[in-house]
């Protein structure tokens, strides 16, 4: 079993990458982090692309650290772009038996205007998604 995670770099979402260690220890299965730095088109960007880029390299090195303290090796790959469309892409070329994400930390509104990766991966990625949400706190 190969799992592809989907790191946010929007914000650092530790449970997701627990369950993804979770998923490892019951079946043995081999981890790729990506992260996609969510720009499109550079030039109509509020920042340079580098600043995307620095903050979806955060998150893939948050992950699979967090991996690596459970024992967990796993690959790490940054790409540029749209997040649905490119986690999509990295899943078929990896050969993903599962895309592992969090959900949406966007307020509603914001996804009926902007979408949800999340929702996105369901409906359009031909393979599994298995959707993490926040653990309530009790």
């Known amino acids: 079993m190969h799992i592809v995670l989907a790191a946010n770099p929007e914000t650092e979402q530790p449970w997701v990458t627990d369950a993804v260690a979770d998923l490892v220890r019951q079946t043995g299965a081999s981890v790729a982090v990506v992260a996609v730095d969510e720009l499109e088109v550079e030039h109509l960007a509020p920042m340079p692309r580098s600043v995307y880029t620095e903050r979806a390299e955060r998150s893939v090195a948050a992950a699979t650290a967090r991996l690596a303290a459970a024992g967990i090796e796993a690959t790490r790959t940054v790409l540029p772009g749209r997040p649905a469309e490119q986690i999509i892409r990295f899943a078929g070329e990896q050969s993903a038996d599962l895309i592992v994400v ?37």
């Open 102 to 138: 969090g959900s949406s930390v966007r307020p509603v509104i914001t996804q009926r205007l902007l979408g949800s990766v999340p929702l996105t991966l369901i409906e359009k990625a031909g393979r599994p998604v298995l959707v993490v949400t926040r653990p309530v706190s009790g």
